[in-house]
């Protein structure tokens, strides 16, 4: 059985950037790190491996830059076989529905059993990628999985989170895509054994030209900006002693909550 | 221009998120017409009051319960007969689940989680982007563009009423496919706080790094006389339980006072807390969306900041 996790790699959530003509830029020293829900996806993969007598093979799949190269090595350090990487300056600002078809072009001779993502990036958030793919490669799907259990060859069930607590079974047959929500397990931290292994572990690098794909995206970006703030805030800010007596003066009077 | 809204119903209640998208299209400045969705016939009276042009009832009995590869069918065949240019979404969990697909089938492109739709030449959908500290606006040369909205985005108490909607039934053809088959919805056992009904929540987020750090936060609630709440990466770790998670996928509160303490204000969190009376944050990044919706914003340490204020707020009780 062959089972995808799709990685990837997002700038870190506390990276300073600017706005600079209608468009942001970070700098250029700030950290990269997997994308949350997708170091979830990962476990899972793993776990399915692990928990599984049949042989379970685990494939990493990454479109990103160069930088997303650390995590495509922690994933195999964890305990993935292999990895994809999708690299191409040409690939670097796709829509939703674009990522799914080079992601499609990229992996679909590979035939998976199971592809697992996280539900959604933490920098674009468009949360379709899985979705979209499934359906370019006639899989069954679900999304906001909170549980799998692999039913042999042909099935596996998943529990899926819904709104305000409450969650639905599904029962999908394979070939499936399935989009992982945080909390899922608990992932794991590679092993100094693991690290030592990834070194060995092979990274195919594909191309544009190696996946052979003419993209004629629809949506394009007019301008970013910083969202504009709903409420009047009374902000404290500097050393707290220099404001606690104001703070409670506010908090006593102007909100009445103490 | 044309539209159309899907209306997410189940047993005539209709999703409120969906009305908050039938609000957005209303709210266009070149008005579209206006054609609402639905496979709940329970809800077209509702939506034919109303001002829309139309109410379009789609029957099968496949559509009865959420299948999404019918519902992916369905609406299929609507865009291709109807080749409306925006079809438009709440951005619920189910339309997360099944509006991709529909966008792969049909390869037209989805929108997903705007918090904005406006019309200037062309209609421009804005989304935040970097977990809600950046807007984005994007257009789109598609003939249809699907969309979805993001919960709060607009009201669903302004949606515009209306009597000239005109009610049309439909029956569509759908070969059924067994690859997904749901079981029946459930609840998680309930757990033992209210926090529904609780006054004054001091809510705990990611920024108090470990569980050893915890009891900080309590000392706080303890002087406030708050229960405690939580994001969901706290209780993803284990950290605090589940029945405290305030959110899309946990409570939706609306104390006097919610006092949040390391949360960065991720719209499924503030889906859980924005109605609160009063929003209290503290966090050292003062570009934290949840400062954009706090009457007070605290910028520190809460490492710093927390005891300080747990000790002032006892003295000030203990005054008063
Ligand atoms: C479908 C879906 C459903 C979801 N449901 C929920 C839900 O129900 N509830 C929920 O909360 N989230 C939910 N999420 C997750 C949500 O998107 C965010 O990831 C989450 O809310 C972030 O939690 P946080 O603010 O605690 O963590 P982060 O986003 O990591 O924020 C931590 C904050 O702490 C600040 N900080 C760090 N250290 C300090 C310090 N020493 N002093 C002061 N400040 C500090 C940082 O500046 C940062 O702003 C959901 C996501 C999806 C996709």
Known sequence: MKVCVLVKSVIDKDSRFEIKEGLVHFDSYSDRTTNESDNYALEEALLIKESSDQDVEVVVACLGSEDSSQSIKDCLSKGADRAIHILDEKFNSLDALSISKVLKNALEEEKFDIILSGLQSDDIGNGQIGILLSEHLNMSHASLAMETELNGAEKIRVKRELEAGWFQWTTLSLPASITIQSGINKPRYASLRGIMMMKKKPIKVLSSSDIGIELNQATSLLEQSIPKKEKETKFFDGEADSFMDDLINSMANDLKVI | ?320
């Open chain 2, 1 to 320: 221009m044309k539209s159309f809204v899907f209306i997410q119903s189940e047993a005539g209640v209709i999703n409120k998120n969906s009305l908050e998208a039938l609000c957005g299209i209303q709210k266009l400045s070149s008005r579209p017409s206006i054609t609402a969705i639905t496979f709940d016939e329970q809800s077209v009276e509702t939506l034919s009051g109303y001002n829309i042009d139309r109410v379009l009832h789609l029957k099968n009995p496949l559509l009865q319960s959420y299948n999404p590869l019918a519902y992916v069918e369905a609406i299929q065949k609507i865009i291709q007969t109807e080749q409306p240019n925006l079809f438009a979404f709440g951005h619920t969990y189910e339309a997360r689940d099944w509006v991709p697909r529909l966008s792969a089938r049909l390869d037209i492109p989805f929108i997903s989680d705007c918090t904005k739709i406006r019309f200037e030449n062309n209609t421009i959908f804005t989304r935040h982007i970097y977990q809600g500290k950046i807007a984005c606006d994007l257009t789109s040369s598609s003939e249809t563009t699907i969309l979805s909205i993001q919960s709060g985005s607009y009201r669903s108490d302004e949606v515009d009423s209306g009597s000239s909607a005109t009610v049309e039934n439909q029956e569509v053809d759908i070969v059924e496919d067994k690859r997904i088959s749901q079981e029946d919805k459930f609840q998680e056992s309930k757990g033992t706080v209210d926090l529904a009904n609780s006054d004054l929540i001091v809510s705990i987020g990611r920024g108090i790094e470990k569980e050893e750090n915890i009891p900080i936060a309590e000392e706080l609630a303890q002087a406030i006389g708050a229960e405690i709440g939580s994001s969901r990466p706290v209780v993803d770790y284990g950290w605090v339980p589940h029945d405290r998670q305030i959110g899309s996928s946990g409570h939706i509160v609306s104390p006097k006072l919610y006092l949040a303490v390391g949360i960065s204000g991720a719209v499924q969190h503030q889906v859980g807390m924005k109605g609160s009376e009063a929003i209290i944050a503290i966090n050292k990044d003062k570009n934290a969306p949840i400062f954009e919706i706090a009457d007070i914003g605290i910028v520190g340490d809460i490492f710093e900041i927390i005891p300080k204020l747990t000790a002032a707020i006892k003295e000030h009780k203990q005054k008063s």
